[in-house]
C-alpha cells in the first residue's frame, strides 16, 4: 500500500485531497498561522557548495520564535509566583493587625508566619543588652549575645538570603535541624532597641537564594518592626 493511500485510509483525506483544498481555500493557513511551526519547509536543490540561506533563516526564526515563547512561560510562571509571595505577605501583615495582644503578634510573628509563608521555622532574634543574656518571653523568641546580627547579616545588610546551609541553634532552637535554606530580615525597633532580626527557615535546601528579589520580605521585616514599637508603647 502506497503512502498516499495508507494516509487516505487513516486520515479519510490523501494528498492530492488536501492539495486541491488548500488551492481552493487560500485564505486557510494566513487564518491559521501556528500550523506553519509543524510543517516542514522544503529544500531547494542549490547544486554542490551552494547554501539555501532561505532556509537557514527560516530554521533561525523558528529558533527564535521557539526560544521568545520559552521566555514568555518563564516571565508567566515568575509573574505567578510574585503574586503569590505579595498574597502571602499581605496575610501576614493582615494577621499581625489582627493582634488584640503583644503576646498575640509575637505568637503570629513565630506560628503564623511559617504557616501563612509556607515555611518550616521562624524565630525573632533580640541581641542582649549587656554582657548578661535575658530569658526569652515567648516561644519562638531567642535572646541572643551582642553582635549576632551583624555577624549573621555582614555590617549594614538587611536581608541576608543562604540556599545550603545548616540552621544556627543559637537562631533558631530546637527547630535548627529543620533548616537547610533562610532568609534573615534585619529589624530595628527603635533606637533604644538593641538590634534585632527575623529569620525564615525552610527545610528545601535551595528555597531561598542570591539574586531572588527580596523587597518583599524587607517589606514585611519593616512592618513587623514597626507593629512590635506600637504595641511596647502601649504597654
Known sequence: MTQTRKNKKETGFGEEEVARWLSENPDFLPQH??????????ARELGRGVADLQQALIEK????VDLA????RELVETSRANLNSQTRIHECIVAMMSANSFEQLIQTITTDFAVLLDL???????E??????????????????AGTVDHAMGSGRHVLLRSFIEGEPEIYGGGAPLVASDAL??????????PGLIAFGSRTAGKFEAGQA???LAF???VTERAIRIWLKQS
Request: net charge negative.
Open 185 to 194: 530580615a534585619r529589624i530595628s525597633i527603635s533606637p533604644n532597641t538593641p
Open 69 to 72: 515563547l520559552q521566555h514568555q
Open 33 to 42: 498561522p501556528e500550523l506553519l511551526d509543524d510543517l516542514a519547509a522544503p
Open 120 to 126: 518550616d521555622v521562624v524565630t525573632l532574634c533580640i
Open 214 to 216: 527580596v523587597e518583599l
Open 128 to 145: 542582649a543588652d549587656g554582657t548578661e543574656l535575658g530569658a526569652p518571653h515567648s516561644r519562638g523568641v531567642h535572646i541572643v549575645p
Open 61 to 64: 526564526l523558528r529558533g527564535d
Open 220 to 222: 514585611l521585616a519593616r
